[in-house]
């Protein structure tokens, strides 16, 4: 019936990593437990999409994700929180089944925020990288001065969130 | 406020630097209480803790012949906070699309092999 998989090899490798790695750019990357073809997947279905990308324990919800996964396709994503709503829109630059995606963010108004993503298979696991490039470096103090990220992080709206999740991560007095 | 970013990002990169706001964030400390607390030798931590100052993550008073250290105004938030919960925000998120993944491979071996339920 169940299958009990406790992920025992993936243990060692789940801490994903966030870095200003320069004074534009942005960096995310974390080893997820299966092969390029399928985590690629992931994030190129909507039906799968919005599956993951709001996490369970946001106040958040995805009101719509269209995709459209081809160079020049576009995307959006409606988010509500409370009696807001939020859009995220841009176009895909490249899609490179399973190893590469590259989009822009064009919500924003201070020029281009380009997300680069990167699947590498290795013994049928995956390490994704998530790398924004701001269109400057004033752009980006900016975006962690208002507390937002474009569309890998979340609405502004959420700063909220902090606490939220400071209490999630740290947990301590809390069940 | 750029070059305050800029100065705190500096500040923020060495591992010392970030050991002293921990534990100043614990209790206010001198300049030789810190050295000794990192083992180095108090011009060493004076050019840390001038580097933090610099970035208004920590301020100084002497009193008699005693430097105090302890956090200044903006202490660590802003930028490190920030990376935190952008990180946090992250990793939630590939939780949830290490799930997705592992469904999707565990559908697949089952429309795969139907001998193995």
Do not use: Y
């Given at each position: 019936m169940d299958t009990t998989t406790e992920r025992d090899q993936a243990a060692p490798m789940s801490g994903g990593t966030a870095d200003r790695t320069s004074e534009r750019e942005l960096v995310v990357s974390r080893t997820i437990n299966g092969p390029a073809r399928v985590v690629f997947e992931a994030w190129t279905r909507p039906e799968l999409f919005e599956r993951w990308w709001v996490p369970k324990s946001f106040p958040i919800s995805l009101l719509s994700c269209e995709i459209d996964a081809r160079v020049g396709g576009r995307y959006r994503l409606v988010f509500a929180h409370e009696d807001s709503t939020m859009e995220f829109f841009g176009r895909y630059l490249e899609v490179t089944p399973p190893s590469r995606l590259v989009w822009t963010n064009d919500e924003g108004d201070s020029g281009e925020l380009i997300t680069t993503v990167t699947f590498e298979e290795t013994d049928g696991r995956t390490l994704v990288v998530v790398h924004d490039l701001y269109p400057s470096k004033e752009a980006l103090d900016e975006a962690i001065a208002a507390g937002s990220t474009g569309i890998s992080a979340?609405?502004?709206?959420?700063?909220q969130l902090d606490e939220l999740v400071g209490s999630l991560g740290e947990g301590e007095g809390r069940p | 406020m750029s070059d305050l970013l800029d100065a705190s990002f500096a500040a923020l990169s060495d591992p010392t630097r970030r050991g002293v706001l921990e534990q100043l964030g614990r209790s206010d400390a001198s300049i030789t209480d810190l050295a000794q607390t990192f083992d180095m030798t108090l011009t060493g931590m004076r050019k840390h803790v001038g580097v933090l100052e610099q970035a208004k993550l920590v301020t100084t008073e002497k009193v008699g012949r005693v430097r105090t250290c302890r956090l200044g105004p903006r202490r660590l938030h802003e930028e490190t906070a920030w990376i935190d919960r952008y990180r946090r925000l992250w990793d939630a998120r590939f939780d949830e699309l290490d799930k997705v993944v592992e469904e999707l491979q565990r559908k697949e071996k089952v429309d795969g092999h139907h001998d193995r339920a």
């Open positions: 979340m609405p502004e709206s959420l700063a | -």
